[in-house]
């Protein structure tokens, strides 16, 4: 795990020799059920390293000085990315996992069980239903989302999890002023306000990625999200 642990270092986190082997073992069962669960097309040592740990471990750019404690939820976690490296970085934070795909949310189990992970929880289920239920809905300090939807729609599922104060982020890449300005309107009746696109600098990702930075500061109306699917059909632009 030394690529990650060098990059982490230059995000100022320090990762001891326990939460090293918690990663190791994170690459072993993410590539071993890889060959029966459809989790990730990036296998390699190297790359998992840097392309899905260090690339979740960005998130915390966004909260500076570093918030080590506090409920975050991740909408569409897949294998767990950015969730769980997050968890394995900052192991005060409460974290809920969602996800769509009841195959993927298996293996979640069982690697919160194999990385003995406490206060995680997994959620199987849309997020345009379980942003409706009370013990989810407006409850998170931070809402994560990694590859989910465009800015548009991810609004829509992400913002009605985030409380009044909270933030959501969102990992991107590509033409994100052209996005952003797609989602204005989605974010402004969702209850949110932009408030930063941070560049991420780092050497070992050739592309350009950065995370939109949303402040939940109204609470989301009660009619969001619409029923599963219609965000992504019909976003609201
Ligand atoms: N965040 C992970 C996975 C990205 S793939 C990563 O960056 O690697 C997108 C994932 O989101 C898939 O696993 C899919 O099942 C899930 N997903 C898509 N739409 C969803 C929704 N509306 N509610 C919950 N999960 C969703």
Request: aromatic share 6%; charged share 25%; hydrophobic share 40%.
């Amino acid at each position: 795990m030394e690529k990650l642990n060098s990059g982490a270092k230059k995000l100022g986190l320090q990762l001891n020799p326990a939460q090293l082997e918690q990663f190791h073992v994170y690459y072993q069962e993410l590539t071993d059920w890889n060959r029966r669960v459809n989790l990730t097309t990036i296998t390699s040592y190297e790359e998992v390293q840097v392309k899905h740990f260090l690339d979740s471990l960005t998130v915390t750019l966004a909260f500076r000085p570093l918030l080590t404690d506090g409920n975050f939820i991740d909408v569409g976690a897949g294998a767990g990315i950015p969730g769980v490296p997050l968890k394995i970085a900052l192991p005060e934070i409460r974290l809920v996992l969602v996800e769509a795909t009841a195959k993927k949310a298996v293996f979640l189990r069982h690697l919160k069980d194999k990385l003995k992970l406490d206060n995680v929880e997994i959620v199987v289920g849309r997020a345009e239903e379980i942003g409706h239920l009370p013990r989810y809905r407006e409850k998170f300090d931070v809402v994560l989302s990694r590859a989910v939807a465009p800015l548009p729609a991810l609004a829509e599922l992400t913002l009605p999890f985030c409380a009044v104060g909270g933030s959501v982020i969102a990992q991107k890449k590509g033409d994100i002023i052209r996005e952003l300005r797609r989602a204005d309107k989605s974010i402004r009746i969702l209850g949110g306000n932009l408030r930063e696109i941070k560049h991420i600098g780092l050497e070992e990702f050739a592309d350009e990625r950065c995370l939109v930075i949303v402040d939940k500061i109204s609470p989301t109306p009660e009619r969001y999200p619409r029923r599963s699917g219609i965000p992504a059909k019909r976003p609201l632009v």
